[in-house]
């Protein structure tokens, strides 16, 4: 949630990262097999690790993942389904072609693909204690 001014207020912080994180790794197993060009420029852009605070390079996507999600909570149960919406989304307003992506969610995120993404998610937030 933003303030007037544009910030983030401080108690949403750490629920927006944990929100996000599963989203980007789970997209990063999936750029693994599918090597689509368009999923590996938006993976670039949102990477949680190629900076030292542990956040994504572009945060409007940040706030775009979590405005898209409002509040409901993102688990293992509705992970896959949340992230194929919004690349939806993204495919529609920002012409990306995410068709390999979508069709690995469908075909090939089980359980243990959705777990390892927690697991990371976990791992990250320990790292970094996001506030």
Known sequence: ???RNG?????????????FLPFFFILDQGYGECKEDDLGGF??????ELWGDGKPI???????????????MICE???VKKVYDF????????GYDFSKIKQWLISK???AVVRKAF???RIMQQKYQYE
């Open 109 to 111: 995120a089980n359980e």
């Open 58 to 72: 572009d945060r409007a996507i940040l706030h775009e993942w979590n405005s898209f999600c409002g509040k409901e």
């Open 1 to 3: 949630m933003e303030t």
């Open 43 to 48: 993976l670039g852009a949102i990477s949680p």
């Open 77 to 79: 149960y509705n992970l």
């Open 7 to 19: 910030n983030i207020k401080e108690e949403h912080k750490l629920e927006n990262m944990m929100v």
């Open 119 to 121: 697991e990371k998610s």
């Open 87 to 94: 690349l939806e989304l993204y495919e529609k307003f920002y």
